[in-house]
């Protein structure tokens, strides 16, 4: 297997310095997809005026956030410095929003920590104008934990809606597998249990996701260096579910850019930030990444592998389009 990963990018801070100078942004750049019309800012999330130049006008339909869940650019805060933080992004995310829209937001729950940032962030989220739809629960496959406690495998997603909001049903029989047993009735004299009655080998998806696969890195998906990383299949329900096509997708935290992918695939258009331009880079090469080979990832391997060559194709075109938001807002 090739292996030539990238190490974590919040903890390696000379790798990431070595990076910055391949990457095609700066703060306050934007960068417009001239095929689908994608947008991705290297912009802070709490900049209202900065977000609605990426915006330039445009709403969404939905918004999937993935904040870090215990830092402001890199740095540990305190509860209450975060929840302060998350404040003003989700005051700016529901400015752009439609009157009907979908909000998603992963969040952790530190269980050495009295479950933080969770419990604060949802209390914060009933001082906006939104209503809680549903609280999600993605398994994961690789858990932690110690000898003295339960391994935690598990990832929350918090679903919120402003209006009434569409919501694809249909979108929602997946593949995920009749695992679970029982719920034991009699029909016709029979005693019978759930797996017997139905006549589909798969089930309309609930709130505890089983099928999602755990990003890692032998999946081609995986994106080294981004410690984050959510699964494609994850963002491809949620836009499927809670999105029309042409629709656009905001998404504050690109990180690997798997919510710009998966809104590409999905034939959406996504406007996504991240205050970090090796993150800016890494989610516009992982764009263009799949449009020449179909690949969604590096598997074992890195975004900048090739970096001298994809430099090259990009100062050559003439089609790629940035611009630095001071320009935008003259």
């Not at 494609?232 to 850019?257: E, N, P, W, Y």
């Amino acid at each position: 297997m090739h292996n030539n990963p990238l190490p974590r990018l919040d903890e390696d801070s000379e790798v990431r310095q070595r990076l910055l100078k391949h990457c095609r942004l700066k703060a306050g750049d934007i960068w417009i997809d001239p095929v689908s019309g994608h947008r991705v800012g290297c912009i802070d999330a709490t900049d209202s005026h900065a977000v609605a130049s990426l915006m330039d006008g445009c709403q969404a339909t939905l918004a999937i956030h993935d904040p870090p869940y215990n830092l402001i650019a890199f740095e540990t805060r305190s509860v209450e410095e975060y929840i302060a933080w998350c404040r003003k992004w989700v005051l700016t995310s529901l400015r752009h929003l439609t009157e009907d829209c979908s909000l998603y937001v992963w969040l952790g729950a530190d269980q050495k920590n009295h479950y933080q940032p969770l419990p604060d962030f949802m209390i914060m989220m009933r001082d906006f104008p939104i209503h809680a739809r549903s609280f999600i629960t993605v398994r994961n496959q690789r858990g932690y934990g110690t000898q003295r406690n339960w391994m935690a495998v598990r990832q929350e997603l918090l679903y919120y809606v402003r209006g009434k909001p569409m919501f694809n049903i249909g979108a929602e029989y997946t593949d995920i597998p009749k695992a679970l047993k029982g719920y034991y009735k009699e029909v016709g004299g029979k005693v019978t249990e759930n797996l017997q009655r139905g006549k589909s080998d798969t089930i309309r998806a609930g709130n505890v996701w089983l099928d999602i696969q755990q990003v890692f890195y032998r999946l081609q998906e995986n994106v080294s260096g981004c410690y984050a990383q959510k699964p494609l299949k994850s963002i491809r329900r949620i836009i499927d579910a809670s999105s029309r096509k042409s629709d656009i997708i905001v998404d504050f935290f690109a990180h690997s850019g798997t919510t710009l992918l998966a809104a590409e695939m999905a034939e959406r258009r996504c406007f996504t930030t991240d205050i970090d331009p090796v993150f800016c880079e890494i989610a516009i090469r992982r764009l263009e990444h799949f449009r020449a080979n179909g690949q969604t990832g590096w598997q074992n391997g890195h975004a900048f592998e090739q970096d001298k060559i994809a430099l090259a194709a990009a100062e050559n075109s003439v089609e790629q389009t940035i611009f630095p938001i001071q320009a935008m807002l003259i």
